[in-house]
C-alpha cells in the first residue's frame, strides 16, 4: 500500500481479542510521514481498539506495529514474545499523541498544567520552556486566554481544544484521534474539526477515527473503512465516497447521514 | 509454642538496674492510697514508698526511679515480658499467679470492706444481710469478685466496675447499695469525704500484698526481699513507719528486739 | 461547682498534658497511617491477584478488631519477640496499622473512582505508572478522599482515649487520674468529653476549609 | 527464660467468651435498630424543607459524632439517675449506643437520600402521589438499597463499639477476656481468641450483609 | 381559540419567574378533549416550564390554569392566592399524567411495579386489579412480555414506554409528553414515537413538547410556537410548517433539520 521503503507507521497483521471474541483479525496498515488517515466504518467495527492498540494502550495477540522503523509494544526472543517494561511502553507511548472522545483532561490542573506535564515529566524540559510551549500551542488552538483555566471552567470544544495541544505539544511523530467530537454539543463541533484541519494543514501526521463524513472526505489524504476487524477499503476519500467498490461500505455511506 | 526471651541479660537483673542508674518499676496511677497522682500532679501513695525503699537500697537515693504506667491487667505481662524490673501495685498473692512470676516478702495484709452511704437504707451489715437480693454490691473487675461478695453476702447481687471511682460512683448514684472493695482504700476514701459514708462494721476475705519480679533470678528476687524485709524489721524500719502512718492513719507494730520474729 | 472549678485549676497542667498527648498521638498516628495507607490503597487498586492478598488481608484483620485489642497487641507482641516498645510508641504503632487499613481502603476507592480515562490520557503521553500515581492519579484521589480522611482523624482522636489502657497518660488517663483523687466523676468525664468535642469539631472545621480551598476546580 | 503461650487457661472461659460475643451482638443489634429510625427521622429532617429541623439534625449529628462513646455511656448510666430517669446497664448502654448509632446512619442516609434522582421524585408527584407516599414508597427504597453498603459498614462498627460497654460491668467480650486477663495473665492468648471471635464475627456480619445485598433488585 | 363552550384545558395569561428572569410572559392555550397538540420552538424559550405548570410541578406567579373547569394549584380568597395543600395537589396532578425527557422510572420497582404505584396509592385499587391494569397497558405499548423486568434491564426506548404505559394507566385527562425521545439512541426514537402515535390515534387528549418536526407534523391537530416564553404561532400544522406567518417561526424552521 505504501510506496515508500520506511513507512512512518507499519501495521502487519495485528490480531486482538477480548476474551473469546476477536475484535482485530489481521489488519494491515502503512502510512507516510505526512499522511492523514481516516478510518471510518459501522459500530463495534474495531476502529477504537486499532487506535489504542497503536498507542499500547492494550495488548495485543498477534502481529506487529512498527513506528518509524521500531517495533512497539513487544520484544521477541528464542520464540517467545514478551510485553515491554513500563519504562520502556512509556518512552514509546510519547513517540504517539492520542486525543481521546472524553477529553481526559486532567481536572486538577489547568489548561497550561495539562499540556505542561508531559513536557515537565516525560521531557523533562525546565518549567519556563514547558511553560511557553504550553502557551504557544494553547495559542495555536485558539486558547491564548485561558491557559489558566481549569477544566471544569472550559466549554466541551475548549476542553477538546487543550487536549489537541497536549498531545501535540509533546512533538510525537504520529497523533491519534479517536472521534474527538462526538461528545460535544452540534455547535460545538465545527470548533474541533477546525483546529483539526489546521493541523493537518501544517503538515502533521495524522489517523482519525471519525464518524462526520464530510470531515474525513475535506481533511484526509486516503479513507480506510473498517468492517468487523478486518480493513475492507482503502483509497482516496474521492474513491470510497465517490465510487466504493466494497458491498457493505455502500451500505454504509448510503445509511449514514450527512 | 515458646517464644524468644527479652530482655534477659546476661549478667543479671541486679547488675542490670546498677550500671543503668535508674530502677523501672510498674504501677499504677487512680487508686489512693496505693498509687495515685496528688495535686501536684506527682506519683505518691503506699505502694510508691515500698518502690522507693527498693530504690534506696540500690541507689542510697529514693528517687532513681522512672515509674511506667499500667492497668491492673498490664502488672504480670509487663514483668513477664520485661517491661519493668518490679511492680509494686497492690498485688494479690495467689498460687496460680506464682506459677507466672516470683513475688516478693509480703509489705501489708489487707482485708475486705463493705462501704455503705450515711443514712441510707441500710445501716450495717446485718441488715444487708437480712435483705438478701435486694441489695446490690459494686466491686472491681476480678474473677474472684463475685466470690468473694457471696462468702459475705450470699444473695447479694454483684456489679463490676474497672475503676474505683466508677465503683463509688455506683454507690453515689444509687445503682449499688454498697461497695466492697480493699479495707484501706475504703477508710482512705471515708477520711476524704468525712460523715457521707459509713462502715458496715464487717471485714474479711484476707489477701496479702507483694512486689513481684520476674522468675529464674535468684539474686534480684533476693536483693528486693532484702530490701523490704529491712524496712519492716531492721535498720530502714522508720521510712516504713512514716510511709504506714501516712496512708492508712495508724501505726505498724515495732519490730521486737531479740529473737528474730519470722522464725519464731 | 465552685469545688469544681478548684479542683479543675489545680489539675490545669496535667490535663494541658493529656490533651497535647492526645492531640500529638492522633497526629502521629494520621500522618504514619497516611503514608502506610497510600501504599496499602495503590497496592489494593493496582497489584496483581498475589500482592494484592496479603494487603487485604492486613486491611481486612485490622477492620474486623476492636481499636482496644490492637493497642494491647501492639504493646505485648513486640516484647514477646524481643523488641520493647514503649506505651505512647506502642500506641502510636496500634493506632497507625489501624489508620493505615482505613485510609487504604479509602485510597482504593478514590483510585478507582477515577475515570480509566485518565490514566489512559496520563499514558498516552508517555508518563511511566510511578509518574502517572504522583501527578495524576493520587492529587485527583486526594481529593475525593479529604472528607472520609478527615473522618478517620476524628476517630483516631477518640480511639487515643484507650491508649489509657496500656498507661499513655493521654487526657481520659489524666483525667481518671484526677478523679481517682477528688472522685468528682461526673464532672470530669463530662468536662473531657468537651474538651473532646471541642478538638474534633475543630478538625472539621478544618477539613472543611480545606475542602473549600482544594475542592474548587 | 521464654514466654511460652498457654491457651489451656482461655479454652476453660471459652464459653463466657461466646455468651459475651452473643450479649455484644444482641446489644448492637437493638442499638442499630433504635438507631435506624432516629437515624432516618433525622435524615427526612436534615434534607427537608424546615429550617428548624435541619438544625437541630445537624446538631444532633456534630454533638454525637464527636463524643467518645465512652463519655456518652457513662453519662447515660450514671447522670441519668440524677435526672429522675433509671435505666438498668443494658438498657441504658443499649440507648447511648443507639443514640451513637443513630448520628452515624443519619449520615449515611442523607447521602443516600441526595442521591435518589430528583426526576424520579418529580415523577412520583407527577402520578399524583403525596409528599408522604413519595417518601415512604420511592425514596427511601431507592436511599435504603444506596445505603445498604455503608449500613453494614455502620452495624460492623457499633458491634465493635460494643465492646465499650465493658465499662459498666456488662458482661460481654471484652469484659469477659479481661477478666480472664486479671485472672490468669494470659493477656496474649486470651486477645488472640477475643479478637478472633471479633474478627470471625465480622466477617460473618460481613458476609450475611453482602448475600442481603445480593437479594435486593439491581438497579 | 377554542371553539367550545368548556374546553378542557384552559391556560390564561400563565407568567412564571425563576428569581428575577420572567420565563413564562403571559400564556394563553386552550385545549379540547381529542386535541394532540405539540409545542415547538427553540431552547429555553419556555416549554417544558410551561408543561411542569400544568402538571403543578412548579408554581407560578400569575394567571390560571383550569382543567375541566377546575382552577388547579390554587385557590383565591380576600383578594389573595394560596397555593393549595400537599393533598389537593396530588389529588389534581393525578388528573394529567406526564412523561419526562429522562424517563424516570422508579429503579427499585418492576416495569409493572412502576405502573401499579399510582394506580395502589393514588386510586386505592386492589392489587389484583392494579396488576392486570398494569399488565394490560405494558401490552399496549409492546412490553407484555416485560413486566417483571427491572428498569436497569431495559433499553432507553423500552423503558421510556413504561413511562408512558405508567403515566396512561391511571387514566387522565390530558397526557403530557416533554421531548420524549431526545435522550434516546437514533434507533429507538422510532418505537417510541409509534408508541405516541397509536395512543394519539386511540383518542386521547395530548399536549407534546418535541423536536421531531416529521412527528410533530404527522400527529398534532395543532402545532403552538413559543418564542421568549409567549405564544407565537399556533394554527394547524399544514400552516405552521408550509406557510409561517411569524418570522421567528420561519427562521427556527430553516434552521432545524430534518
Ligand atoms: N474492554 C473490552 N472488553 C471486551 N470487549 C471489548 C472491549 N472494548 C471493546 N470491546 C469490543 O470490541 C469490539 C470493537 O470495539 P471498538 O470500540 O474498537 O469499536 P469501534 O469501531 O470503535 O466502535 P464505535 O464506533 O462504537 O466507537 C466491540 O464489539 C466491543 O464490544
Ligand atoms: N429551575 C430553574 N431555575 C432557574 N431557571 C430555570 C429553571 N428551569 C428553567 N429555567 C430557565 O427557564 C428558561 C426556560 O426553560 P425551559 O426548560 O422551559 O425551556 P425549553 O423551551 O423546554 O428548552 P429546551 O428545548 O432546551 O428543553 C430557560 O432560560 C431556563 O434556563
Ligand atoms: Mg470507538
Ligand atoms: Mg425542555
Known amino acids: 500500500m505504501s510506496d515508500k521503503q520506511h513507512p512512518l507507521l507499519a501495521i502487519r497483521g495485528l490480531k486482538k481479542q477480548f476474551g473469546a471474541t476477536e475484535v482485530l483479525k489481521g489488519v494491515d496498515l502503512d502510512l507516510n510521514k505526512g499522511d492523514v488517515v481516516s478510518i471510518i466504518g459501522s459500530s463495534g467495527s474495531g476502529k477504537t481498539t486499532l487506535l489504542r492498540c497503536v498507542n499500547l494502550l492494550e495488548e495485543y495477540q498477534g502481529g506487529e506495529i512498527a513506528l518509524d522503523g521500531e517495533t512497539i509494544g513487544y520484544r521477541s526472543g528464542d520464540g517467545r514474545r514478551r510485553r515491554l517494561s513500563d519504562r520502556e511502553l512509556s518512552r514509546q507511548r510519547a513517540m504517539t499523541g492520542m486525543v481521546f472522545q472524553s477529553f481526559n483532561l486532567f481536572p486538577h490542573l489547568t489548561a497550561a498544567g495539562n499540556v505542561m506535564l508531559g513536557l515537565r515529566k516525560v521531557l523533562k524540559l525546565p518549567k519556563a520552556e514547558a511553560r511557553a510551549i504550553a502557551e504557544n500551542w494553547l495559542a495555536r488552538v485558539g486558547l491564548a486566554a485561558r491557559a489558566d483555566h481549569y477544566p471544569s471552567q472550559l466549554s466541551g470544544g475548549q476542553q477538546q481544544r487543550v487536549a489537541i495541544a497536549r498531545a501535540l505539544a509533546m512533538n510525537p511523530k504520529l497523533v491519534l484521534l479517536d472521534e474527538v467530537t462526538s461528545a460535544l454539543d452540534p455547535e460545538l463541533v465545527q470548533e474541533v474539526l477546525n483546529t483539526v484541519k489546521g493541523i493537518a494543514d501544517d503538515g502533521a501526521t495524522l489517523l482519525i477515527v471519525t464518524h462526520e463524513m464530510r470531515f474525513a472526505r475535506d481533511v484526509s489524504s486516503r479513507v480506510v473503512f473498517m468492517e468487523q476487524g478486518r480493513i475492507a477499503e482503502d483509497g482516496p476519500p474521492a474513491q470510497i465516497f465517490g465510487a466504493p467498490k466494497n458491498a457493505r461500505l455502500a451500505e454504509f455511506l448510503r445509511t449514514t447521514r450527512h | 509454642a515458646l517464644l524468644p526471651a527479652t530482655g534477659a541479660s546476661a549478667q543479671g537483673k541486679l547488675k542490670e538496674v546498677l550500671s543503668r542508674g535508674k530502677l523501672v518499676v510498674g504501677t499504677g496511677s487512680t487508686n489512693p492510697p496505693w498509687h495515685f497522682r496528688n495535686e501536684k500532679g506527682e506519683l505518691v501513695g503506699f505502694d510508691i514508698e515500698i518502690a522507693k525503699i527498693v530504690a534506696q537500697g540500690l541507689f542510697d537515693d529514693p528517687n532513681k526511679i522512672e515509674f511506667v504506667n499500667q492497668a491492673s491487667d498490664a502488672r504480670i505481662p509487663n514483668i513477664v515480658t520485661g517491661k519493668v524490673d518490679i511492680a509494686c501495685q497492690f498485688v494479690t498473692v495467689t498460687a496460680a499467679r506464682a506459677q507466672q512470676v516470683a513475688f516478693t516478702v509480703p509489705y501489708y495484709r489487707e482485708g475486705v470492706s463493705l462501704m455503705l452511704v450515711a443514712g441510707g437504707p441500710y445501716a450495717d451489715y446485718a441488715a444487708m444481710k437480712a435483705a438478701g437480693s435486694k441489695v446490690t ?124 520474729q519470722e522464725f519464731r | 461547682m465552685q469545688a469544681f472549678l478548684d479542683q479543675l485549676w489545680i489539675a490545669r497542667w496535667p490535663l494541658w498534658e493529656g490533651l497535647l498527648l492526645t492531640i500529638g498521638s492522633a497526629a502521629g498516628s494520621i500522618l504514619f497511617g497516611t503514608l502506610l495507607g497510600v501504599i496499602v490503597g495503590v497496592q489494593l487498586a493496582y497489584a496483581p491477584w498475589w500482592l494484592r492478598l496479603p494487603f487485604r488481608i492486613y486491611v481486612d484483620i485490622m477492620r474486623g478488631t476492636p481499636v482496644l485489642v490492637l493497642i494491647l497487641a501492639a504493646y505485648y507482641i513486640p516484647a514477646v519477640a524481643g523488641l520493647s516498645l514503649g506505651p505512647t510508641q506502642a500506641g502510636i504503632l496500634a493506632l497507625t496499622l489501624f489508620a493505615g487499613a482505613h485510609i487504604g481502603e479509602l485510597i482504593r476507592g478514590s483510585l478507582q473512582a477515577i475515570q480509566p480515562g485518565q490514566a489512559e490520557a496520563g499514558r498516552s503521553i508517555g508518563l511511566t505508572f510511578p509518574q502517572l500515581l504522583a501527578y495524576v492519579l493520587l492529587p485527583q484521589a486526594v481529593r475525593s478522599a479529604l472528607p472520609p480522611w478527615i473522618n478517620t482523624g476524628v476517630e483516631l482522636i477518640k480511639g487515643s482515649s484507650l491508649l489509657s489502657i496500656i498507661g499513655v497518660g493521654e487526657l481520659l488517663l489524666k483525667t481518671q487520674e484526677v478523679i481517682g483523687r477528688n472522685f468528682m466523676t461526673i464532672q470530669f468525664y463530662v468536662f473531657a468529653g468537651i474538651l473532646y468535642l471541642a478538638i474534633n469539631i475543630a478538625l472539621d472545621q478544618l477539613g472543611k476549609a480545606v475542602e473549600r480551598r482544594v475542592g474548587q476546580h | 527464660m521464654e514466654y511460652s503461650l498457654h491457651f489451656g487457661a482461655v479454652w476453660a472461659s471459652f464459653d463466657k467468651l461466646l455468651s459475651g460475643l452473643a450479649i455484644g451482638l444482641g446489644l448492637a443489634v437493638v442499638a442499630v435498630a433504635i438507631g435506624t429510625v432516629l437515624g432516618l427521622l433525622a435524615a427526612f429532617a436534615s434534607v427537608g424543607p424546615y429550617r428548624l429541623l435541619r438544625w437541630a439534625a445537624a446538631f444532633y449529628v456534630s454533638l454525637i459524632r464527636n463524643l467518645p462513646l465512652l463519655v456518652l455511656v457513662l453519662l447515660a448510666y450514671f447522670a441519668l439517675p440524677q435526672a429522675g430517669i433509671t435505666l438498668d446497664k443494658y438498657q441504658s448502654f443499649a440507648g447511648a449506643l443507639a443514640l451513637y448509632s443513630g448520628a452515624y446512619l443519619t449520615e449515611v442516609f442523607r447521602a443516600g437520600l441526595i442521591s435518589v434522582p430528583k426526576g424520579v421524585i418529580e415523577a412520583a408527584r407527577a402520578i399524583g402521589l403525596t409528599r408522604l407516599q413519595t417518601n415512604v414508597s420511592v425514596v427511601a427504597p431507592i436511599m435504603l438499597r444506596n445505603a445498604l453498603p455503608s449500613l453494614g459498614n455502620t452495624f460492623i462498627g457499633m458491634f465493635k463499639d460494643s465492646s465499650i460497654a465493658a465499662a459498666i460491668a456488662v458482661p460481654e467480650l471484652t469484659f469477659e477476656a479481661r477478666k480472664i486477663n486479671v485472672d490468669t495473665f494470659r493477656v496474649i492468648e486470651t486477645w488472640t481468641v477475643a479478637s478472633g471471635l471479633y474478627i470471625a464475627a465480622c466477617v460473618v456480619i460481613a458476609a450475611l450483609l453482602r448475600g442481603l445485598e445480593r437479594r435486593f433488585p439491581k438497579f
Open chain 2, 137 to 260: 454490691v459494686s466491686v472491681l473487675q476480678n474473677v474472684f469478685a463475685e466470690k468473694m461478695v457471696k462468702d459475705a453476702l450470699p444473695e447479694a447481687k454483684v456489679d463490676q466496675f474497672e475503676s474505683v471511682d466508677l465503683m463509688y460512683q455506683a454507690l453515689n448514684s444509687g445503682r449499688a447499695q454498697a461497695a466492697a472493695t480493699d479495707s484501706s482504700s475504703l477508710r482512705y476514701y471515708m477520711k476524704q469525704n468525712a460523715g457521707r459514708y459509713v462502715d458496715s462494721g464487717y471485714s474479711w476475705n484476707p489477701q496479702t500484698y507483694s512486689c513481684i519480679v520476674k522468675q529464674g533470678d535468684p539474686d534480684w528476687l533476693n536483693f528486693v526481699n532484702v530490701a523490704l524485709r529491712e524496712s519492716m524489721t531492721g535498720t530502714t524500719f522508720p521510712v516504713y513507719k512514716a510511709a504506714y502512718e501516712r496512708w492508712f492513719g495508724e501505726t505498724p507494730p515495732e519490730p521486737k528486739i531479740g529473737f528474730p
